[in-house]
């Protein structure tokens, strides 16, 4: 497991002369089709929008989540010094956020920790796996003492919103859009 993780890290490393920008980071490793906005349907009948957006000339990304009368406003950004690719994020109901996005065999991963407005913390393994550049799916895991949970707790499937799909399709060309973190609804009363 120790090795696992130690190639993890030296995959998702930043290097401060190599990567100048999270851009650069994110297109390198294959991960650009996850820009653009995106919805899903919850189980409990919740749709899901989600938008990842460049900012500052493709140095970061802002998040956005709505589930119901939830919002989450995040951001992303590589840190070369200390090689990881961080999240931090606020919702509407007291809660901030903060994590790390890796790599495991199944796609990209934001293990994250949201710490409720009563001091109470929740952390959380999401791994996004691609189904193809319109689609894509979300396994949510918990996370207890340090571990990922070897059963995903529920899968979300999220779907590209035709608004993106035709304005890809007059453009001929890839989105600077949105993508989601977190699916913020597996968190409390969300």
């Known amino acids: ?6 190639v ?14 999270l851009g ?15 919805s ?3 189980d409990d009948g919740r749709q899901v929008e989600l938008e990842y957006k460049w900012i500052l000339d493709r140095c970061a990304m802002c998040v956005d989540v709505k589930i119901g009368d939830f919002k989450y406003h995040g951001l992303i950004m590589g840190m ?8 931090i994020g606020a919702d509407n109901m007291g809660g901030t956020w903060n994590g790390t996005w890796t790599e495991d065999y199944e796609g990209a991963v934001n293990r994250n920790q949201r710490l409720e407005a009563d001091g109470t913390t929740q952390t959380m393994d999401l791994v996004y796996i691609k189904i193809d550049n319109n689609s894509f799916k979300v396994k949510e895991y918990p996370v207890e003492s340090g571990y990922r949970a070897s059963q995903a707790r529920g899968e979300t499937l999220f779907k590209r919103r035709k608004a993106d799909v035709a304005q890809k399709t007059e453009k001929g060309t890839e989105l600077e859009g949105t993508w989601v973190g977190s699916d913020a609804g597996s968190y409390g009363d969300v």
């Open 1 to 6: 497991m120790f090795l696992v993780i130690v």
């Open 8 to 21: 993890l890290l030296a995959i998702f490393a930043v290097p401060a002369g190599a990567q100048e920008k």
């Open 24 to 38: 650069d980071f994110v297109a390198e490793y294959g991960y650009d089709w996850m820009i653009g906005k995106w």
């Open 40 to 42: 899903a349907s919850r």
């Open 80 to 87: 070369p010094s200390r090689e990881e690719i961080v999240q």
